[in-house]
């Protein structure tokens, strides 16, 4: 429920009716009037006011990826309703950001600009310019993510309003083609994004589109771009924004335990790879994953639980297809790994984030008493809009809410910080961007492993 909460706080655009988090308000409503396009919508990126399509593309598709793969437990909780609108208020504005086969709207902001005044949305005045990806300033990578977003969501609506999906889906198509007929990284053709959300290339994203564009259509032409790619990926040490290879290789795992595909050739390299990420997250493998002494995974020194979080997802996910197959994952020492060891893994990683470390603290904020109070987020940080509508100005929000020793105003309910250093240590300051800011790319696949072991 509160990471669900979270979403709403992060919520660009003109707010619904039926907004839970009260302290935010209504904010860029003239995104994209530079470009005579509507871009209102879709989600500020962490702590700061942007909206990076690369990120917001892959938070989409992991959204979606929680929604399918655990809308029973979602139901079960009350909570799958709350995950579908979360859902739509992403794929809405993608639609939006899509207004041509060949074109596609992918940042509103200029990040240095943004990064460079502490404001709140509802009265920011930084400018809001729109940067699009088209054949002349092609982005692969942009495309290829946004249509496995769209095809990904295509499933999870199906069920409930087809229409949806069905117009999601021809968008999933559209986009799958710019990004094969168009190479090229984006930030090339966005280099205000670059020094953000660099990209390190674009095949992942197109074997990821046609992994899920097959799942929801079927359609053999997907299936052979997945057996025909150059490069699999082999064994990856993250799964991210940036790095989409070990979900592509559990889908089409997933297409291999269930018989639809043959084990053998490219899919057995594609299950094998997916499965040696997994010994290693067991400590089991060839090139195991860091632990901290307190057992957390730990990736990278920057904002680590983003890692944590997809690995943990991908743990619960693999578990749920071992079971489905009745089989088990042989590690390379001769270790097996079943698909209670996969789950139990992936529920030590959540009691961590939640409070089972040396710390005793959550590292969501609002989630039990010890938790952050100052996560580094402009909307959070200052006093919300509705108790003191003063405009605050871009350096009078350094000076008054910044650099200001007290707890945030707002509470930033489920929002998951970047986490602490390798050796458990978490400082809790406002200041420390690299532990203290939370993003959405770290709370869509959390959702879905937290359905998974609730």
Known sequence: MKSLLYFEAQRSGKLPLDQRVIWRGDSALRDGSDAHV????????????????????????????????????????????????????????LIKAHPEPNVLYGQVGD?????????????????????RIDPQHPGADLAGETAAAMAAASLA???????????L??????????????????????????????????EDELLWAAAWLHRATGDQTYLDHLTQASNSGGARSVFAWDDKFLGAQVLVAKLVFEGKVKNEGKMIEY?????????????K?????????????????????????????????????????????????????????LLNLARAQVDYILGSN???????V??????????????????????????VTCNGGFEAWYNNPKPNPNLLVGAIVGGPDEYDAYGDERSDFQHGEPDTVTVAPLLGVLAAIA
Request: glycine residues 8%; charged residues 15%; proline residues 7%.
């Open 358 to 364: 040396p710390k005793k603290m959550s590292y969501m």
């Open 366 to 391: 609002g989630y039990g008493t010890n938790y952050p109070k100052r996560p580094h987020h402009r909307g959070a940080s200052i006093v919300s809009i509705k108790n003191d509508p003063k405009p």
């Open 38 to 93: 509507d871009l209102t919508g879709g989600y500020y990126d962490a702590g700061d006011n942007m909206k990076f399509g690369f990120p917001l593309a892959f938070t989409t598709t992991m959204l979606a990826w929680s929604s399918v793969e655990m809308e029973s437990q979602l139901k079960a909780h009350q909570e799958h309703g709350n995950t579908l609108a979360a859902l739509r208020w992403a794929t809405d504005y």
């Open 271 to 283: 299950k094998s790879m997916a499965e040696q990420f997994i010994c290693n997250c067991a400590q």
């Open 157 to 167: 609506f199906a069920p409930s309003d087809s229409a949806y999906a069905k117009t």
């Open 111 to 131: 990040a240095n600009l943004d990064h460079a005044c502490w404001m709140r949305p509802e009265d920011m005045t930084t400018p809001r310019p729109s940067y």
């Open 169 to 202: 889906i021809s968008h999933a198509k559209e986009l799958f083609e710019f990004a094969k007929d168009y190479p090229g990284v984006y930030h090339n053709s966005i280099p205000n994004a670059g020094g953000f959300y660099p990209s390190s290339g674009y």
């Open 285 to 341: 493998g060839f090139n195991n994953v860091k632990k901290t002494p307190g057992g957390l995974l730990w990736f990278l020194p920057w904002d680590n639980l983003q890692y944590t979080a997809t690995a943990s997802f991908a743990l619960a996910t693999y578990a749920k297809y071992l079971e489905a197959a009745q089989t088990s994952i042989q590690c390379p020492n001769g270790d097996v790994l079943q698909a209670s060891d």
